[in-house]
């Protein structure tokens, strides 16, 4: 697989020419269509190619550094992350005071629609093939791998849509292969049908797929279907059909064999328990190891051989300093924040802090400031309740050893993973008035952090608990695209950040005006190379003067 990622970009990207129309949909020249996808080999390719846009999109492009749109997207304007005032160019510093402007470097969404384009040549393309081949041959693509095939092209275009409608809200919405001849401009479709869209592909993604399946989890199977559908119900607050989602994924097996959580697919709020999860004490395995985890569902494969250096903002440990560090005060409040939180005079270590970053680097410490290892291998230490956070050992502030350096060391960003659904499906049965049910899924994955659990009698309302739930989101899934749509889903962006973009503009020593009442400033602008490529977009409100 690692193979054909490195190869296949550059064959697809040959074959299918490009153009920068519409949303950067590549028109097909028919001449060199008609020696392409006429066998199985020409389908294993495209479909390589499809993955690879996609992991250049989410994790970096072009060999620049710093470019993982994952985390400028999914986290970087939420409190998760601040930037570094030493090394903070225009885009950064737009994102960390709220102040986009078209021009941001991250406004493009010209590479989602890049991804998009290779599905929709996939879906028009696949059932072609059967005309050039003989059945039974060794080229020949059967049914079952063409239904397979269909069913993870209809998945990434759901998966890079939903990105969209949550980035940006209204966009176009192309469903099949733009051509030579065909009118380049559209308009935006509204939010709420790219959405149905989503759903839409999503069903005929899992109608398609073979159940029980043991997936790849670098591929879109049957856990990863069910999960972004799921996440889009969400979205849409439609938490009768999530739900539904959540017992199919539990239905749905691991990279592992291990169904996801037999029990919880009947009676609602039923099953779960700590061996659906990672250990504690082995937590890191899921990242550096994910096909080894039974709570992998779907990650994004990136070779450093193949690729080169991963090189992510915040979320990488390089040997440069990053753009955006970890923001005050998770970085200082994580490691006693359980024992604030619940009013224990218990010393607890949450098992995660030390598998996560270094909490005993120096606040402006060159190079390892803040130094986020999520993602890495590594030999961790075990604090103890009376060494604190000290550690003994010397390498990386003596929380990790024998980590290699970024761009020698392959990194598989998790995209979905059955903890960050658990909790989500905490958030779904406690928006259905199941507080005992929801409490069970919260207190699986604090239990396994090792943090004290908690009880529905320290929620007084749907509210509080549902904040407690989205706390231990933040501090579970930092790193992995979340947290900003997180606070959009809940509509909590303004209590959360009024505070913290107040004290940024204090330090800057600008007019504390904090974040504002206007929630149309929860999407982005549209770049103006987009507005630029086609006269039917206008911009997104508020950053059109309206």
């Known amino acids: 697989m690692k193979r054909i990622f490195s190869i296949t970009i550059i064959t697809i990207g040959l074959a299918l020419g490009s153009c920068n129309?519409?949303?950067?949909?590549?028109?097909?020249?028919s001449g060199l269509l008609s020696s392409f996808f006429h066998n199985k080999l020409d389908a294993d390719a495209a479909v390589a190619g499809m993955y690879a846009e996609f992991q250049i999109t989410m994790i970096n492009n072009s060999g620049g550094q710093y470019n993982n749109r994952i985390t400028w997207w999914g986290?970087?304007?939420?409190?998760?992350?601040?930037?570094?005032?030493?090394?903070?160019?225009?885009?950064?510093?737009?994102?960390?005071?709220?102040?986009?402007?078209?021009?941001?470097?991250?406004?493009?969404?010209?590479?989602?629609?890049?991804?998009?384009?290779?599905?929709?040549l996939l879906l028009r393309n696949l059932p072609l093939i059967k005309n050039y081949t003989t059945p039974g041959t060794t080229l020949a693509l059967t049914p079952a791998l063409e239904a397979s095939y269909t069913a993870q092209a209809l998945t990434m275009r759901a998966l890079c849509y939903f990105w969209i409608a949550r980035v940006w809200g209204d966009a176009p919405l192309r469903t099949t292969v733009y051509d030579p001849g065909d009118v380049a401009e559209q308009a935006k479709d509204p939010q709420a049908k790219i959405l149905q869209q989503c759903k839409d592909d999503l069903q005929a993604a899992y109608d398609l797929?073979?159940?029980?399946?043991?997936?790849?989890v670098f591929y879109l199977g049957e856990g990863a279907i069910c999960s972004i559908a799921a996440d889009v119900y969400m979205w849409d607050k439609d938490y009768t059909n999530a739900i539904k989602w959540f017992k199919l994924l539990f239905a749905a097996k691991a990279p592992t064999g291990k169904v996801y959580n037999a029990a919880g697919t009947g009676v609602t709020g039923s099953g779960g328990s700590a061996a659906d999860l990672q250990s504690g004490p082995t937590w890191n395995v899921q990242f550096a190891t994910p096909a080894a985890s039974p709570e992998s569902i779907f990650n994004i494969h990136w070779d450093a051989t193949a690729n080169g250096c991963a090189c992510m903002a915040g979320i990488s440990k390089t040997t440069n300093e990053p753009l955006i560090r970890m923001a005050d005060p998770l970085w200082t409040a994580w490691p006693t924040k359980s024992t604030a939180l619940y009013g224990t005079t218990?010393?607890?270590?949450?098992?995660?802090?030390?598998?996560?970053?270094?909490?005993?680097?120096?606040?402006?410490?060159?190079?390892?400031?803040?130094?986020?290892?999520?993602?890495?291998?590594?030999?961790?230490?075990?604090?103890?309740?009376?060494?604190?956070?000290?550690?003994?050992?010397?390498?990386?502030?003596?929380?990790?050893?024998?980590?290699?350096?970024t761009d020698q060391t392959n990194v598989y960003i998790p995209m979905y993973r059955l903890s960050g659904m658990y909790l989500l499906y905490a958030e779904a049965l406690n928006k259905t008035n199941d507080p005992t049910d929801a409490v069970k899924y919260l207190n699986l994955v604090k239990a396994r952090a090792g943090v004290p659990t908690v009880t529905t009698a320290q929620f007084a309302d749907q509210a509080s608990l549902e904040l407690a739930i989205l706390d231990e989101r933040q501090l579970e899934l930092i790193g992995e695209g979340v947290r900003w749509f997180d606070?959009?889903?809940?509509?909590?962006?303004?209590?959360?950040?009024?505070?913290?973009?107040?004290?940024?503009?204090?330090?800057?020593?600008?007019?504390?005006?904090?974040?504002?009442?206007?929630?149309?400033?929860?999407?982005?602008?549209?770049?103006?190379?987009?507005?630029?490529?086609?006269?039917?977009?206008?911009?997104?409100?508020?950053?059109?003067?309206?």
């Open 346 to 405: 218990t010393a607890t270590t949450d098992i995660r802090v030390k598998q996560t970053y270094n909490t005993s680097s120096s606040t402006n410490q060159p190079i390892r400031d803040r130094s986020f290892w999520k993602f890495y291998p590594g030999t961790f230490v075990a604090a103890t309740a009376t060494a604190g956070y000290t550690f003994t050992s010397t390498n990386y502030g003596g929380q990790v050893a024998n980590v290699p350096a």
């Open 21 to 29: 129309k519409l949303v950067d949909e590549q028109p097909i020249s």
């Open 209 to 216: 797929t073979i159940k029980g399946q043991t997936p790849i």
């Open 487 to 546: 606070l959009v889903r809940t509509d909590r962006v303004a209590s959360i950040m009024d505070p913290i973009l107040k004290a940024r503009q204090l330090v800057a020593g600008n007019a504390q005006v904090g974040w504002g009442t206007d929630k149309r400033r929860y999407y982005w602008p549209i770049a103006s190379t987009v507005l630029y490529s086609n006269n039917l977009l206008v911009q997104n409100p508020v950053y059109n003067g309206q």
């Open 75 to 120: 986290e970087a304007r939420s409190d998760n992350w601040e930037r570094r005032p030493v090394y903070a160019l225009a885009s950064q510093n737009e994102i960390d005071f709220n102040g986009l402007t078209s021009t941001n470097t991250y406004a493009d969404w010209t590479l989602l629609y890049r991804t998009i384009s290779r599905a929709n």
